[in-house]
Nanobody, 123 residues
Framework: QVQLVESGGGLVQAGGSLRLSCAAS????????MGWFRQAPGKAREFISA????????LYADSVKGRFTISRDNAKNMGYLQMNSLKPEDTAIYYC????????????????WGQGTQVTVSS
């Protein structure tokens, strides 16, 4: 098993940036693909980005492509989501998750989840 804890959320103005972090503990972090998801009030949880175990492969939702960058540091058991050019519609709780698969955008293929961190973008 792996335990995940997100941090780095907060309140930012539109056009600003935030960097989310995901700290992993337990089983070797490099054994898992990592994903970021978000859930806005009244909406379903949605895929944002994913990165393969080695970091060599990445996936992005169209809504964040070109603005968000996913990365990981397996030596530090850390994952990151750099968010630039933030928009009010990016407001949500952001979750990191881990999957036994190589890399996936499918929410049901993630077995481990953090508790989430709130991101609020003001207009």
């Amino acid at each position: 098993q792996v335990q995940l804890v997100e941090s780095g959320g907060g309140l930012v103005q539109a056009g600003g940036s935030l960097r989310l972090s995901c700290a992993a503990s337990g089983r070797t972090f490099s054994s898992y693909a990592m994903g970021w998801f978000r859930q806005a009030p009244g909406k379903a949880r949605e895929f944002i980005s994913a990165i393969s175990r080695s970091g060599g492969g990445t996936l992005y939702a169209d809504s964040v492509k070109g603005r968000f960058t996913i990365s990981r540091d397996n030596a530090k058991n850390m994952g990151y989501l750099q968010m630039n050019s933030l928009k009010p519609e990016d407001t949500a709780i952001y979750y990191c998750a881990a999957s036994d698969l190589v890399v996936t955008a499918t929410i049901n293929e993630y077995d481990y989840w953090g508790q989430g961190t709130q991101v609020t973008v003001s207009s």
